[in-house]
């Protein structure tokens, strides 16, 4: 797939929204693809994870022994990642505000992982995925995501792949574009700023 294919599947599913949007890192942009929304068609799903698995180094995908991602954006990209690889998707939860595994889930430790995101914008998030992947042994590989949304900022530590990178401003409430201070904010992710 190619960057229009992949924006195409987006505004299918309605899911490329334009407007004033607060981020989960709590900085405004006015553009936001809302994976959730992408991924709900399953079939869609699975041709957006299969075009990433193509776009994977081979020495990449090759390794990758198990699919960890944290919820709740990450669980199904994740779990169709795990399906495009052939290999199981587990997820992390943050019961108490960090990240870990549970309902029975386990790492063999030295396990490869791939680390999955929906979308990734400072990487802050990530990088506690993949802290928390490795306290419970896993050897994370790589990373990867539907969307960068974060300009190339983001460092993760590992080699990270996403499907497509959205390089669209973001701000700092405190400074607001006129254009963007003009129009309420909405807050369409899951977490709160």
Request: hydrophobic content about 45%; some cysteine; overall charge negative.
């Amino acid at each position: 797939m190619n960057e229009d294919e992949i924006l195409a599947e987006f505004r299918a599913a309605e899911a490329l929204l334009e407007g004033h949007f607060i981020l989960s890192s709590g900085l405004r942009s006015s553009r936001y693809l809302q994976c959730a929304r992408v991924l709900m068609d399953p079939s869609r799903g699975a041709r957006l994870a299969e075009a990433l698995v193509r776009s994977l180094p081979e020495e990449v995908w090759s390794r990758i022994e198990i699919v960890v991602s944290p919820a709740m954006g990450g669980v199904i990209a994740g779990h169709e990642m795990g399906r495009a690889l052939g290999v199981e998707a587990l997820f992390l939860e943050r019961p108490e505000g960090v990240f870990e595994l549970r309902r029975g889930f386990r790492l063999k430790p030295g396990q490869r992982v791939l680390m999955m995101e929906d979308v990734v914008t400072t990487g802050l998030s990530s990088r506690e995925a993949i802290a928390a992947i490795r306290r419970a042994g896993g050897d994370v590989i790589a990373a990867a995501s539907l969307v960068d949304r974060s300009n190339g900022a983001a460092e993760l530590g590992v080699p990270f792949f996403p499907l497509i990178r959205l390089d669209v401003p973001s701000y700092d409430p405190a400074d607001l574009p006129p254009e963007l201070a003009a129009i309420p904010a909405i807050k369409p992710g899951s977490r709160a700023a």
